[in-house]
Antibody, heavy 120, light 110 residues
């Protein structure tokens, strides 16, 4: 079964960038679509983007376009999410989540354990 | 402000039933599958229901999902203290070209 293990928490200064990793086991990356969802303290879930197998490309939520880059290293079955120009409002737990469904009918299972990014 | 509307909280006694509504529009729930997630305190979300009403293996049949028009509902029967959590609905939104979540509903077992 699929497991996702994320990198540890990070503290960054405003204006810096952060790169969070998500290691896949039990499946290979090409068999999955990886998405990224964040959750600010005490708030709900916010989808940031992910791989769309119908389009064959990664799509990003408009809110993050220009600031986020999602990449994959198939040799190590690891996905990455890099967010730049960090501001205090980006303080959140960042989750990777996997799916084998098409994006427009999608569900996410499983999820990584989360990586806390603190911007201060 | 989410395009999917959920009640902030619901509560019931142990053994009772709760339902959580998720109201949307034709650009989201009306035309796409809905999934539901359970988030226990301090943990990552977990898939409870996918494709409107299907349960992943390992999810007890106390959890059920349904969809009608532009609304979806999660039902939990035989409520247990371990069900105290936040519950989120999610689906694709074609107007936003984004996957969207409801704001979440906190379930309290009295």
């Amino acid at each position: 079964q699929v497991q996702l293990v994320q990198s540890g928490g990070e503290v960054k200064k405003p204006g810096a960038s952060v790169k969070v990793s998500c290691k896949v086991s039990g499946y290979t990356l090409p068999e999955l679509s990886i998405h990224w969802v964040r959750q600010a303290p005490g708030k709900g879930l916010q989808w940031m983007g992910g791989f769309d197998p119908e389009e064959g490309e990664t799509i990003y939520a408009q809110k993050f376009q220009g600031r986020v880059t999602m990449t994959e290293d198939t040799s190590s079955d690891t996905a990455y999410m890099e967010l730049s120009s960090l501001r205090s409002e980006d303080t959140a737990v960042y989750y990777c989540a996997a799916t084998t469904a098409m994006l427009r009918g999608s569900w996410f299972d499983p999820w990584g354990q989360g990586s806390l990014v603190t911007v201060s | 402000q989410s395009v999917l509307t959920q009640p902030p909280s619901v509560s019931a006694a142990p053994g009772q039933k709760v339902t959580i509504s998720c109201s949307g529009s034709s650009s989201n729930i009306g035309n796409y599958y809905v999934s539901w997630y359970q988030q226990l305190p301090g943990t990552a979300p977990k898939l409870l229901i996918y494709d409107n009403n299907k349960r992943p293996s390992g999810i007890p049949d106390r959890f059920s999902g349904s969809k009608s028009g532009t609304s979806a509902t999660l039902g939990i029967t035989g409520l247990q203290t371990g069900d105290e959590a936040d519950y989120y609905c999610g689906t694709w939104d074609s107007s936003l070209s984004a996957y969207v979540f409801g704001a979440g509903t906190k379930v309290t077992v009295l």
